[in-house]
């Protein structure tokens, strides 16, 4: 495994066991006992802790801005208080992309059912906490994170949850998809180099959106394509009060995805990694997903996205007053579930079909 060698932190109970990787912060894995399968994604090179990261030492993780991030990224994590790319001022004052989140060490507490993670990011004058609880008999984790301003002034942020699926849950023309989403964008700038697989900067309504070699795909079906890339960014119904993105794979008979407060987080972006990076550490070798949710559209600059203002009609940036706190809260499942269980999965299932799921039943 891409994170054997970290240090780790596992909540579990007879059905879950979710692993958690103080360095960085990030929900490694969330192994369903059942079928014996984690969604999350899993790197397909070794993974050190962040805060180890020295551009001299590794250069097999690239040469980028984004080259600590990747030296210990896995499966689910925080991009705070950053969604992209940090300006050029930012990277010269050492922020990373996505943010500081997800290269800080963290402390961590545990007891019987939760975890406790916590960090302070000097950069940005914000201290973060996250709480995960799961109880027994329970497939599913209920995550309570608070982002406490500093600072005397109201900051603008970014905050979304990276959470990203593989192999071999993730299977080309397998895998399946459900969410709540209603009006989409393909990202307006090429993406993927020769790669792209929709048309960039196209609005369309979910889930069908223009393919580059003409037609309509269907996102519901992860990627067929042989190499290719894409991001897209999903307005979440406004008309519900909770969001969801639901995947499943039919013959894993396992099903995964997140349930939110839509007020929190009321955009989603679809990440699509399926081989067409060839420069370190992608090396051509990496199927991945991003099921990335909250309060921005698209991973960009700080102040592109307060630029962009509103997209659909909806905020494209989150706020945390001076010397305040926002707190969220949101759930990750996971249960088994053979295909007749799920006859609509993949063709416009709702919430309501998975709320058994969503809710630990």
């Known amino acids: 495994m891409g994170i054997s060698k970290r240090h780790q932190i596992h909540l579990e109970n007879d059905r879950v066991r979710v692993t958690l990787l103080p360095g960085g912060g990030h929900i490694a894995a969330a192994v369903l006992k059942e079928t014996g399968v984690s969604p999350l994604w899993d790197p397909p090179w070794d993974t050190i802790e962040p805060s180890e990261y020295d551009p001299g030492r590794h250069?097999?993780?690239?040469?980028g801005v984004d080259a600590r991030l990747l030296s210990g990224i896995a499966g689910?994590?925080?991009?705070?208080?950053?969604?992209?790319?940090?300006?050029?001022?930012e990277a010269a004052a050492g922020l990373d992309v996505h943010g500081e989140a997800s290269c800080a060490d963290w402390e961590a507490d545990s007891g019987e059912g939760w975890v406790e993670m916590r960090a302070e990011f000097p950069l940005s004058g914000l201290r973060f906490e996250r709480r995960l609880e799961l109880a027994e008999g329970s497939g599913r984790v209920r995550?309570?994170?608070?982002?406490?301003?500093?600072?005397?002034?109201?900051?603008p942020v970014g905050w979304t949850q990276h959470a990203t699926l593989g192999p071999p849950f993730l299977e080309k023309g397998r895998t399946l998809f459900e969410m709540s989403a209603t009006r989409s964008k393909v990202l307006d700038a090429e993406f993927a180099p020769g790669a792209d697989r929709f048309v960039a900067g196209a609005e369309f309504d979910w889930p069908l959106v223009p393919l580059a070699k003409g037609g309509l795909g269907d996102m519901r079906r992860a990627v067929r394509a042989e190499a290719s890339g894409a991001f897209t960014a999903h307005l979440m119904d406004p008309g519900a009060t909770r969001a969801f993105f639901?995947?499943?794979h039919p013959g894993l008979e396992t099903v995964f995805g997140y349930v939110?407060?839509?007020a929190d987080f009321p955009w989603l972006g679809i990440w699509e990694e399926n081989f067409s990076r060839l420069h370190p550490p992608w090396n051509g070798r990496t199927l991945t997903c991003g099921m990335e949710f909250g309060v921005s559209p698209f991973p960009e600059t700080r102040r592109e996205a307060l630029q962009r203002g509103r997209l659909f009609g909806e905020s494209t940036i989150g706020w945390v007053p001076a010397r305040s706190s926002v707190r969220v809260e949101y759930g990750m499942f996971l249960a088994r579930a053979r295909a007749d269980a799920l006859p609509g999965f993949g063709g416009g299932l709702r919430l309501e079909s998975l709320q058994r799921y969503a809710e630990g039943g």
Not at 76 to 89: Q, Y
């Open 260 to 262: 939110w407060n839509r």
């Open 246 to 248: 639901a995947a499943y």
């Open 59 to 63: 250069p097999e993780y690239g040469g």
């Open 76 to 89: 689910h994590n925080l991009c705070f208080d950053l969604f992209g790319v940090p300006s050029d001022e």
């Open 143 to 155: 995550i309570v994170e608070t982002a406490t301003n500093l600072a005397g002034v109201d900051r």
